[in-house]
Nanobody, 129 residues
Framework: QVQLVESGGGLVQAGGSLRLSCTAS????????MGWFRQAPGKERELIGA????????YYADSVKDRFTISRDNAKNTVYLQIYSLKPEDTAVYYC??????????????????????WGQGTLVTVSS
């Protein structure tokens, strides 16, 4: 089983951009579909999007389309989340998740019977107005 470590969070002004990274160790990264999630204070963890094992396809939640881009580099065991035009409401802890089944990542936030196999510890993104 892989272990995941997110990085790249911090304090950003509204309108800015940020790239988060999630690096895996201890397992076969390319056998996992990867997802990015976020959890704002007092709210449930929500899906931002997910990417297939090869990186050939991505899925995004409707609420974040056009401002978020997920990519991965299997040679570096890393998945990225690029965020554009940051807004104060993007303030949250951002998590990456790994699961061999892409569907688990996509439905996790709406199905309490589904678990994501591996989570990172999260990285805080704070957007100032």
């Amino acid at each position: 089983q892989v272990q995941l470590v997110e990085s790249g969070g911090g304090l950003v002004q509204a309108g800015g951009s940020l790239r988060l990274s999630c690096t895996a160790s201890g397992g076969a990264f390319s056998t996992y579909a990867m997802g990015w999630f976020r959890q704002a204070p007092g709210k449930e963890r929500e899906l931002i999007g997910a990417i297939t094992k090869s990186g050939g396809s991505t899925y995004y939640a409707d609420s974040v389309k056009d401002r978020f881009t997920i990519s991965r580099d299997n040679a570096k065991n890393t998945v990225y989340l690029q965020i554009y035009s940051l807004k104060p409401e993007d303030t949250a802890v951002y998590y990456c998740g790994a699961d061999p089944i892409l569907h688990h990542l996509i439905v996790f936030a709406n199905n309490k019977d589904i678990n994501v196999e591996v989570w990172g510890q999260g990285t805080l993104v704070t957007v100032s107005s």
